[in-house]
């Protein structure tokens, strides 16, 4: 381990995760553990004075022990390029308007790392970003017109699914059939009447057998867990009941990542997670990507380490 660093972690309210799968709460928890100051951070406690970005923190005792996972100092203010080396934005979906704006305030940092980087926050959305990467891609359609959706599910044969730019979770997603009564309601919703620009994409029957998330850290893979839909539904997020299954890379997960890693070195983007159905990429998430515990309990490892290895590397002189 290099020096004792400060590390702020701007997240959601941290008294109302579940620790036994958050994996923001695995990353604090291993800095803790080696020696690491580390703060706690909420968004709406950001600011700028002189130019300069501010955080109101407040110091965080972290134990693995339900319901009573965390202690916190008094909050203070803290002038992040004075007084931290790195700040875990981890403030989940959606990226709105508010986010945006935290986001735009850690732009303004000039020699604490932000991870990931915030500049392509702002343009690499979750959905949109994998889009750079087409060839790898089942038939992506991304527009706010119903005809034009109905148009591409007819191309498709009539199954396809349909899911917000902006969601988490399995939030708003819908496999949409051309015999369904209920269709043209679906995409008026998914699109809100015009309003809201939706992404179509065709329906993957390999979901059925796992939708694969695939955890990278600098480019590399550290680790997967394949998430499998309950009877009954379609979503396999395991925040919708989807089952945790130990998974392996395999040689179309090979292909896709050292098709990626450039670019995600390239911009910033040090810790992601990748979701692949059936050797295709549906989405890159960028944000606050999940998994680390899941993938714990199911290999007997540690992913939060491999993290935290990274993170050190980075700040003592590494490329990302």
């Known amino acids: 381990m290099g020096d004792r660093r400060t590390m702020i972690f701007l997240m959601d309210p941290i008294r109302s995760i579940d620790i036994r799968v958050d994996t923001t709460f695995a990353l604090m928890l291993e800095a803790q553990e080696r020696g690491h ?22 110091e965080a005792t972290l134990r693995s022990e339900l319901g009573n996972h965390v202690d916190l100092g008094p909050e203070h203010r803290l002038v992040l390029d004075e007084e931290s080396d790195v700040v875990f934005q981890r403030v989940d979906p959606p990226v709105d308007a508010a986010y ?4 735009q305030i850690l732009t303004l940092c000039q020699r604490t790392r932000v991870l990931n980087r915030p500049e392509s926050i702002l343009f690499a959305n979750e959905k949109m970003y994998a889009l750079h ?50 269709l043209s309601s679906i995409l008026e919703q998914s699109t809100q009447f015009g309003a809201r620009v939706t992404m179509a994409q065709r329906y993957l029957a390999a979901v059925r057998n796992g939708d694969k998330r695939i955890l990278l850290v600098d480019g590399a893979p550290i680790g997967a867990v394949l998430r499998v839909p309950s009877e009954g539904e379609t979503r396999a997020n395991l925040h919708v009941g989807g089952r945790a299954e130990r998974a392996a890379l395999d040689e179309n997960d090979r292909r896709i990542i050292e098709r990626i890693e450039p670019s995600l070195r390239r911009d910033g983007l040090f810790f992601v997670g990748i979701d692949v159905i059936g050797g295709y990429l549906t989405e890159i998430n960028v944000t606050s990507p999940t998994g680390i515990q899941e ?15 990274g993170v050190e590397a980075l700040l003592d002189g590494g490329d990302a």
Do not use: Q, W
């Not at 909420?42 to 004075?49: D, H, I, K, M, Q």
């Not at 945006?100 to 986001?103: E, G, L, M, N, R």
């Not at 527009?143 to 730019?165: H, S």
């Open 100 to 103: 945006a704006v935290v986001t």
């Open 133 to 182: 990467f087409r060839e790898l891609m089942p038939e992506t359609l991304v527009t706010r017109r119903v005809d034009e959706l109905l148009e591409f599910l007819a191309k498709l044969g009539g199954e396809m699914i349909v899911k917000p730019l902006d969601g988490k979770g399995g939030e708003g997603i819908f496999h949409v059939r051309s015999d369904d009564r209920n």
């Open 37 to 58: 100051r580390v703060l706690y951070a909420a968004p709406e406690g950001l600011s700028v004075r002189d130019g300069c970005p501010v955080a109101r923190i407040r």
């Open 295 to 309: 993938a714990n309990a199911l290999g007997a490892v540690r992913l939060e380490a491999r993290v935290l290895d």
